[in-house]
């Protein structure tokens, strides 16, 4: 049935699997995707939404790098906003809400106009693994299909195990089996396994809500999208969202069920994510507390079903629905489905290389909550990654790795495989030490490059890149060596409270001023005039005002890369011994052995590594 050897298999259809099956394809990779369910490809199995704080920044690195989830973003949004617009254009983040059902239509069908692209719907139970190097996959129907690489992306599904209150049985979703055999087979391998947790709310009947005692939440008044590219164009109409609250009553209303909870009674023992807590972890951790925030959003443009943002829970259906009715405006409420917890199994990803290939089996890569991360934004970026270097691994060319000043994918997978993670791993602005350099307006001149230089990225998506950094840069240039009239520009500053001006000046000192914007300095007839001759949108607008506004802290910020780039240069020797080193102290020998880092800098990052520890090796390595 099987006569191909594939070069690249990828194990899971969700966003990693998704994005890794799309790049591998796209570099000319024979690849086969194999999932349980081919009518769940990129299923979004909890909240309907992409982007977000710092995830929208991976979004737009997905597809500045030629990835596809900015694109099924684009195109099955109901809702844009950017968040964070009142702070520096390094909080700037991108997020929509989607219509599920449109997202995973989308992506399948991106999927199958990918050429070099096959597919197959059956589970997968263990690998073909020989001399320490993958050469397949088996089935649970017993087939064998070989191939030069294999990408694992199963999501929840690695004996998955579903709680709700005093129930549970196996599931990798609900209504979906979860997927056996790997796990125990890695784990002899050598594998280190662990158990994680993540949750889900209910979904409601919309038309049982009374949405007059919420308050609305529309998109933004002026909508942008997600991808570099002119595929897609920004929305003209949107679905609200509405915000209501918990209160005491509906607490106590919880509070009863906590005796028959997974989470409180012991049944449930993995970490579940942090910064995503599930509504009856908040009211225990935050009892001071007396109301939380629930965000009521659509699931897409017709459908009447209600995700409850805020409201994950893995209580008793009959105490979900008892609280849930104690809510403003849900007094009537009718449940689609309950919430519910569930925990899977995911491997430590301390045991990965950088391109997030496995250390003890060659031609083998994990992407996803396999590697103990949370949100589909994650998921799709390390896909995106694994499947690069599956590919360039066949194809015998150099791996693709992102540094920490390169990208937040680069933070991502330096984090994961540096540090580890013992709960959900989840992306934040703050844990990117140059943020500043890492903005989502900018992801594509940071990465189209390097993509093209790939053959992932379109020549289109290079000359679309090309032109604006052309026309970004003759237009802060424009700014620099124009001047303007104190007569003219005056009323303007006067209007914004600003210093007037006592004669001539360059526009880009006035434009530097912290109140005053690119809307204030269209005022001047020859800025607007030299926006319409030469045709620029807002893209490249928006990049030239904040080159111009942030262009002291953006070069500061590049200094301080560079200092610390240096330190990534300094190779360390493969499977070097670090027992030896006893001026070490015997902490940083056992993490520096463990995770055998590639680069001093890596090293400097390993929790227990001091900076005497740093400087040790340094004097060893002749710096």
Same mark, same amino acid.
């Given at each position: ?9 990828v194990v899971g259809g969700g966003h990693a699997g998704s994005e890794a099956a799309a790049a591998a394809a796209n570099m000319g990779s024979k690849t086969l995707l194999i999932t349980m369910n081919l009518q769940n490809i990129a299923q979004m199995s909890c909240n309907p939404a992409m ?48 219509? &599920? ?31 320490? +190097? ?133 049944? /449930? ?19 001071? =507390? ?49 919430? #519910?917890?569930?925990? #899977? ?104 490059? +390097? ?122 020797? =493969? ?13 940083? &020998?056992? +993490?520096?052995?463990? /995770? ?23 004097? #060893?390595?002749?710096?």
């Amino acid at each position: 049935m099987f006569n191909t050897v594939y070069d690249v298999i990828v194990v899971g259809g969700g966003h990693a699997g998704s994005e890794a099956a799309a790049a591998a394809a796209n570099m000319g990779s024979k690849t086969l995707l194999i999932t349980m369910n081919l009518q769940n490809i990129a299923q979004m199995s909890c909240n309907p939404a992409m982007g977000g704080i710092a995830k929208g920044q991976i979004v737009r690195e997905i597809d500045a790098l030629g990835g596809y989830s900015g694109i099924v973003s684009d195109t099955s949004a109901i809702q844009f906003k950017m968040l964070n617009k009142s702070k520096g254009p390094a909080m700037w983040s991108p997020r929509v809400q989607s219509d &599920r059902m449109r997202f995973a239509e989308d992506w399948r069908l991106m999927l199958e106009g990918t050429e070099n692209l096959d597919f197959y719907q059956e589970m997968v139970s263990g690998l073909i693994v020989e001399n320490n +190097k993958v050469a397949g996959v088996k089935t649970s129907l017993g087939l064998e299909i070989r191939s030069k690489s294999v990408v694992l992306t199963n999501g929840t599904f690695l004996n998955g195990l579903i709680h709700i209150g005093d129930k549970n049985f196996g599931g990798g979703r609900a209504g979906e089996k979860a997927a056996t055999g790997i796990t125990e087979q890695l784990v002899g391998f050598g594998f280190e396994s662990g158990r994680m947790k993540t949750g889900t709310p209910p979904r409601v009947d919309g038309r049982s809500l009374d949405f007059s005692k919420m308050t609305e939440q529309p998109g933004d008044e002026n909508p942008e999208k997600f991808s570099y590219l002119d595929v897609t164009k920004p929305l003209t109409k949107q679905r609200s969202c509405y915000l209501t609250y918990t209160s005491s009553e509906v607490h106590d209303l919880l509070r009863e069920g906590f005796d028959r909870s997974p989470m409180f009674n012991g049944r /449930i023992k993995s970490l579940g994510p942090r910064y995503c807590p599930s509504i009856e972890d908040k009211i225990n951790r935050f009892a001071d =507390k007396d109301r939380h925030q629930l965000f009521v959003e659509p699931e897409g443009w017709n459908t009447v079903e209600m995700y409850i943002n805020g409201f994950s829970t893995s209580l008793p259906e009959d105490v979900q629905f008892k609280a849930l009715s104690s809510v403003a405006g849900f007094e009537k409420v009718k449940f689609f489905r309950p919430g #519910y917890a569930i925990e #899977y199994d995911y491997f430590p990803p301390t045991q990965l290389q950088h391109t997030l290939e496995t250390k003890l089996v060659e031609g083998l890569y994990f992407a996803g909550q396999i590697n103990g991360t949370t949100g589909y934004e994650e998921a799709a970026s390390q896909g995106l990654m694994a499947g690069i270097n599956a590919a360039l691994k066949v194809q015998e060319r150099d791996p693709f790795i992102l540094t920490r000043s390169e990208a937040y994918i680069g933070v991502l997978i330096d984090d994961l495989i540096t540090k580890g993670t013992e709960e959900p791993y989840r992306m934040f602005t703050s844990r990117a030490e140059y943020r500043t350099l890492l903005r989502q307006d900018n992801a594509d001149f940071r990465l189209t490059p +390097k993509s093209f230089e790939l053959g992932l990225a379109s020549e289109k998506r290079m000359r679309r890149m090309e032109d604006k950094q052309t026309k970004s840069e003759a237009f802060v240039k424009f700014f620099a060596d124009t001047s303007v009239k104190h007569e003219e520009i005056n009323p303007i500053l006067e209007a914004k409270d600003s210093a007037l001006m006592k004669q001539s000046d360059k526009m880009q000192k006035i434009f530097s001023r912290p109140n005053i914007s690119i809307d204030d300095m269209r005022q001047v007839a020859s800025v607007e005039s030299y926006i319409q001759e030469h045709d620029l949108d807002n893209e490249i607008i928006e990049q030239a005002e904040i080159q111009i506004k942030y262009s002291g802290y953006i070069e500061k910020e590049k200094n301080n890369a560079d200092k610390l780039n240096r330190l990534e240069n300094i190779k360390i020797p =493969k499977n070097f011994d670090y027992s030896n080193l006893k001026s070490m102290s015997l902490e940083a &020998r056992e +993490k520096l052995n463990k /995770i055998q880092p590639v680069t001093i800098s890596q090293a400097s990052r390993i929790s227990g590594v001091s900076p005497s520890d740093v400087s040790v090796l340094l004097v #060893y390595m002749g710096r």
